[in-house]
């Protein structure tokens, strides 16, 4: 693993998109444009890990292709039949859109070949294709354990007239990579599909894309297909890739759970690719789609809410995984059914997807070819696991529309999409969080809770949880020095904020915490890291809808370092203990100001100097000297803040 991400919670999602090409498309043309007489201009190309692979694969095997600019268009020299280079040892990733259509062409290439990839990519099953390619004469070698690669593949003579028999259940990648390489024999060659053909829509992009390369498949439903002899593929001479159908279903998914509108522009009305189909299942949750000819729309329903569902999703069996996450925000429990395919992906996406979605509070039913969730009441901050899978990644963005969540190792998008994460922060905008932070007594509480409360946003006192901490360990005999013990003390403090008033295992200490031995308390166990670390993320959930008003001394740099607005509070020490006497005469403590101004100004020492989070005005924060303020001057400066960096552009 390496990494992660912090996605904050989303307040909504709304804007357009320019999609990145469709992979099942790029890599279908290179291997076409490869193949083809003439050179072939193929415009829009997507740039990520998969389409490098089939890239690589493809110079090794001796074709000549150039990148012409910036924008993706690449020139591709085709060969005009089996490749040029007659020995070549291949490594794929895990790309199977290379690794299937690759084994097939090479196969009839009469050319000694090692294919291999990643450790998961020799754990997905080819038995079935090797099978079809062995029927018709190849030498197809299993290096490793039969029927999964690593491949050796061997010069043999191909009898291309025998029709073959293969498989349609287990993956359509096999079908296509069959139907791609077997024009290269020159014959009439049959394909007959045994079993039911999964993901057709698949099918139905590589015969569109042959015929544009001149080979037109004579089909029989999806059961038998034939290649007419003398099949050859000749260049279109230039070929724009649509934008991927698949990524365009996590911003759409966006639209329909976050407000919208979100328009992604690249995909439309007349799209081949079949996860287009995905706008039409969204419908059905109740989704407002807008379709042209170059772009999708979705929108939230009008009851605001996604309706809960049950489908077969056989047909777009990878956008099917947005809606898995989709239905962690429907009125009721749904189910996704004939998703079979999903177990020899990238992962087993069953057993990954149902761990995940667990993992932020739904209940989830895992069967064999199927999975039922249930949403969750409330939704559970989480860390989600990858799986070096790119779906799962982007997928699981989409629960930050609900809460904040984490995605480990995100790099892993590369393999489709490497701008997916600064794409998705176009359309969404985080729950605003205002960051009022300052020395002790500067007034930012009073302050920061009657900014709260003109905003209706929700209010965190985060020095209450130091105060509190260090209450709760006098109570219990921890002794301010005992770092472990004051750590795990936080880690499972039992203190509640309602309404103003803070308890602390059912004890109302609201008052107790205001106390000097607290104040003194509290700025030492606030100098201990590993507390700081401890009630990080306690701090980070008080950020929900419609937004967070937090004040402190490290909001805006360690607990919100993306505040949209951030203010310094202070004032001069001598203003400041004149304040705090008065609080402590109000409430009949005495004070003394002689020793109040020396143990604020110890105080503000020791928060400014310790080495984590120390107490210090950002660059990005605007100050605020109240020394000569009222309350409502320094509420209404703030609020005037709060509205021109909300209002600013993103
Ligand atoms: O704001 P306050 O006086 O209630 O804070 C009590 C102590 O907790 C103070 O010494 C500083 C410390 N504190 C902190 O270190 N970080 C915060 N975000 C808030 C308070």
């Keep these: 693993m390496t990494g992660f991400l912090d996605l904050p919670p989303m307040l909504r999602a709304h804007g357009v998109i320019r999609l990145p090409g469709s992979k099942s498309i790029s890599n279908r043309c290179l291997l076409l444009a490869a193949l083809a007489q003439g050179e072939t201009q193929i415009h829009d190309l997507l740039a990520s890990d998969d389409v490098d692979r089939m890239l690589d694969a493809l110079t090794a095997l001796g074709v000549t292709w150039r990148r012409e600019d910036e924008s993706g268009r690449f020139v591709v020299h085709g060969v005009g039949g089996c490749f ?4 070549a040892d291949l490594f794929l990733g895990n790309a199977g859109t290379a690794f299937r259509p690759l084994t097939a062409a090479l196969a009839l290439s009469a050319g000694e070949y090692r294919l291999s990839g990643v450790p998961r990519m020799h754990e997905r099953p080819i038995g079935d294709l090797v099978d079809g390619l062995l029927q018709i004469g190849a030498d197809v070698r299993y290096e490793g354990r039969a029927g999964f690669p690593p491949l050796h593949v061997l010069p043999a003579r191909i009898e291309g007239r025998r029709p073959i028999r293969v498989r349609g259940d287990v993956s359509s990648q096999f079908l296509t990579a069959l139907l791609m390489a077997l024009p290269l024999t020159g014959e009439e060659a049959t394909i007959e599909v045994v079993g039911e053909l999964i993901s057709k829509p698949y099918v139905a992009i590589t015969l569109n894309l042959m015929a544009r390369f001149g080979v037109s498949v004579r089909q029989e439903g999806w059961r038998r297909f034939v290649i007419p002899s003398a099949s050859r593929y000749r260049s279109p001479g230039a070929l724009h890739v649509e934008g991927d159908a698949s990524s365009a279903s996590y911003f759409l998914a966006a639209g329909a759970i976050g407000g919208g509108p979100v328009r992604v522009e690249g995909v439309g009305a007349h799209s081949i690719q079949g996860d287009i189909r995905f706008a039409e ?21 009008e009851t605001g809410k996604l309706r809960a569902f049950d489908l077969d999703l056989n047909a777009i069996p990878d956008a099917a995984m947005t809606l898995a996450v989709a239905a962690l925000f429907a009125d009721g429990p749904c189910r996704l059914r004939n998703i079979a395919s999903w177990r020899v992906k990238e992962t087993d996406r069953i057993a990954a997807m149902a761990t995940e979605l667990r993992k932020v509070g739904a209940e989830v039913e895992e069967g064999e070819d199927s999975l039922a969730v249930t949403p969750p009441a409330v939704f559970r901050p989480a860390a989600i696991d990858t799986y070096d899978d790119h779906r799962i990644a982007m997928c699981f963005s989409l629960v930050s529309l609900g809460c904040r969540v984490r995605i480990n190792d995100p790099a892993c998008v590369n393999k489709t999409f490497p701008g997916y994460f600064d794409s998705l922060g176009k359309i969404v905008e985080p729950v605003p969080v205002i960051a009022i932070d300052g020395p002790s007594a500067s007034g930012k509480g009073t302050v920061a809770a009657l900014v709260a409360r003109a905003l209706g946003y929700h209010y ?43 308890w602390l295992d059912g004890d109302e200490v609201t008052d107790a915490i205001r106390e000097e031995i607290c104040s003194t308390g509290a700025s030492r166990v606030a100098a201990v890291p590993v507390v700081r670390a401890a009630l990080l993320e306690r701090q980070r959930d008080f950020r929900r809808r419609p937004g967070l008003v937090a004040e402190g001394r490290d909001m805006g740099s360690v607990v919100f370092p993306d505040a949209q607005c951030k203010i310094f509070l202070t004032a001069s020490a001598e203003i400041r203990a004149q304040r705090r006497a008065k609080q402590l005469i109000d409430k009949g403590i005495a ?12 105080r503000d020492a020791r928060d400014a100097a310790r080495p984590v989070a120390p107490l210090k005005k950002l660059d990005d924060a605007h100050l605020l000297d109240t020394t000569g303020f009222g309350v409502e001057e320094a509420v209404a400066f703030v609020l005037d803040e709060v509205r021109s960096s909300l209002n600013a552009p993103r």
Aim: charge should be negative.
């Design 84 to 87: 040029p280079v007659k020995k």
């Design 591 to 602: 004070a003394n100001m002689r020793d109040l101004l020396r143990d604020l100004m110890d």
């Design 281 to 301: 299942s969204l419908r059905e949750l109740g989704a407002r789609i807008c379709m042209g000819e170059n772009w999708v729309e979705a929108s939230a329903p």
């Design 460 to 502: 965190l006192d985060s020095g209450a949880l130091y105060r509190v901490l260090a209450l709760a360990a006098m109570r219990a005999g921890i002794a301010l020095e005992d770092e472990a013990g004051l750590a795990q003390l936080a880690e499972s403090l039992p203190v509640r904020f309602d309404e103003g008033r803070i």
